[in-house]
């Protein structure tokens, strides 16, 4: 997507931490959300951030929110090998339909044993 | 709950044929998404409906493009004359309006050739 930018990949040994970084335009942007999508699978839900949020943990995941700087990351701790999937960042700027929202063109991690 | 389901999974056609896809949102769902994805890209909203209503066209929904839901349950979309262009990964997310998690399918891949 052309307002949101995520680098393309990502390579990580077992264990380690993943941080996966992600840049958006829109300021009016309300909820920011990270997605997974494993091979022939359609998209899955890992976590969401609203705005006025700094950052959000979830488990192993952790989201962290730099609104002057329109920068999101999402942190993987201990990585399995199970992580291994493309992951999206997701903007929407419409507070009562989460389902229409803006993503970025995923990060392929890879997580190597 | 079977979750979101699409049909068929694959569809192979031949330059300027037409195709059809199905989507079956989660049952309680009132709103149904579709995306398009292709390779190497996140996906990118065409429409949504609430109920059989259909709220937003994307400019991408171009004239050969058609979306319906009839009833408020499942949607179709349909592609007339299709153009190598048009292959990719048609995906379907339902929500409830409020909401906000969208759950999405696993896609219907076209490939025309």
């Known amino acids: 997507g052309e307002d949101v930018e995520q680098s393309l990949f990502l390579s990580v040994r077992e264990g380690d931490s993943s941080v996966i970084n992600c840049t958006y335009t829109d300021s009016s942007s309300t909820y920011l959300y990270w997605y997974k999508q494993e091979p022939g699978a359609g998209l899955q839900l890992l976590t969401y951030i609203f705005s006025n949020m700094d950052m959000k943990q979830d488990q192993r995941l952790t989201v962290l929110l730099n609104k002057k700087d329109k920068h999101l990351s999402l942190r993987i701790a201990d990585t399995q090998t199970g992580d291994s999937a493309i992951y999206f960042c997701a903007e929407s700027m419409d507070t009562t339909n989460a389902g229409k929202s803006t993503f970025g063109d995923g990060t392929t991690l890879t997580v190597k044993p | 709950d079977t979750g979101v389901s699409q049909d068929p999974r694959h569809k192979i056609t031949k330059r300027g044929q037409n195709v059809t896809f199905r989507c079956d949102p989660i049952?309680?769902?009132?709103?149904l998404y579709w995306y398009r994805q292709t390779l190497g890209q996140g996906p990118e909203f065409l429409t949504y409906?609430?109920?059989?209503?259909?709220?937003?066209k994307s400019r991408l929904l171009s004239d050969r493009f058609s979306a319906e839901r009839p009833k408020g349950s499942f949607s179709t979309l349909e592609i007339q004359r299709t153009e190598q262009g048009d292959s990719a990964m048609y995906l379907c997310?339902?929500?409830?309006?409020?909401?906000?998690?969208?759950?999405f399918g696993q896609g219907t891949r076209l490939t025309v050739v």
């Open positions: 997310a339902s929500s409830l309006a409020g909401q906000l998690e969208a759950f």
């Open positions: 409906f609430q109920n059989e209503a259909q709220l937003e």
């Open positions: 049952s309680e769902h009132n709103r």
